[in-house]
């Protein structure tokens, strides 16, 4: 019985880590600006691989980030006021309509010994165009 929950876990990682490889060889985890595409972004020590990533959008569209990371965090969407949790070694993915023009910021703050922390580090610059 523990050698199936073992396999079933280590397949469940190689889905995740074939999901997120499939989009990094797509491009989609360049720093630089992502425009209505999926960008994925890792987050290392609660920081992102290659610095803030900048998307830009039109209202209506889509906005879709999957983020892995390496630290148990919590990541938000500031203005649009969600959070989901993220597990080291585990993936997170947003889909949401970009339904509110402005700037915004998506942050991961890290969870020490089960405690929030505060301070969050900014993962994506979110600029909606009316």
């Known amino acids: 019985m523990q050698s199936r929950k073992a396999a079933a876990a280590v397949g469940a990682a190689l889905v995740v880590f074939a999901v997120v490889l ?3 060889l797509r491009g989609g985890s360049s ?17 992102p ?11 209506g569209d889509p906005v879709q980030v999957v983020v892995h990371s390496d630290i148990r965090a919590n990541v938000d969407v500031h203005g649009y006021d969600f959070t989901k949790p993220v597990k080291p070694g585990r993936t ?5 309509p ?9 942050e991961a703050h890290p969870v020490v010994n089960g405690e929030e ?6 993962i994506v610059a979110l600029t909606v165009n009316p």
Request: net charge negative.
């Open 98 to 106: 970009a339904n509110l023009d402005g700037e915004f910021e998506m």
């Open 22 to 24: 499939f989009f990094v």
């Open 92 to 96: 997170v993915s947003y889909d949401f």
């Open 31 to 47: 720093s630089g600006p992502t425009t209505k595409g999926v960008t994925v972004i890792t987050l290392h020590h609660g920081m």
């Open 49 to 59: 691989v290659g610095g803030v990533h900048d998307i830009t959008v039109d209202v």
């Open 117 to 122: 922390q505060e301070n969050g580090n900014q």
